[in-house]
């Protein structure tokens, strides 16, 4: 793994919380939202990270969901945050476009959509 501080400035999880918790106070905001680059690509930190934020604060997650669905405990782990809501974003386009889909196929997309199904309550 390559150095964080090569590209940018490094923030300890219980200083992005703080950061974000600081924000929020100064303008009285109830939610609080990491998204961009794949938050969940480094789980230990991202844990942290919401082990660390007050919970009279809601936190959104957004992700592309693809590694909390590859694995049942990331969602089992997550799960024990009660103030946490998680944002799946599912991208892609017709089948014709597929190729242009940020998802790059539609099998990567489908592959997402059905890792997901280990959150149907309705089964």
Do not use: C
């Amino acid at each position: 793994m390559k150095d964080p501080v090569q590209y940018g400035k490094y923030y300890a999880p219980e200083d992005v919380a703080g950061i974000l918790m600081n924000i929020a106070k100064k303008k009285k905001l109830a939610y609080l939202r990491i998204s961009g680059n794949e938050p969940t690509m480094h789980r230990a930190h991202l844990i942290r990270v919401l082990a660390s934020i007050e919970t009279k604060y809601s936190f959104i997650l957004e992700t592309n969901g693809i590694l909390i669905g590859n694995d049942p405990t990331y969602a089992d782990e997550l799960s024990r945050f009660t103030n946490l809501h998680v944002r799946v974003s599912l991208k892609g386009r017709a089948r014709k476009n597929s190729q242009n889909s940020p998802a790059r196929t539609l099998k990567d997309l489908h592959f997402n959509l059905g890792r997901w199904k280990i959150f149907d309550s309705t089964e």
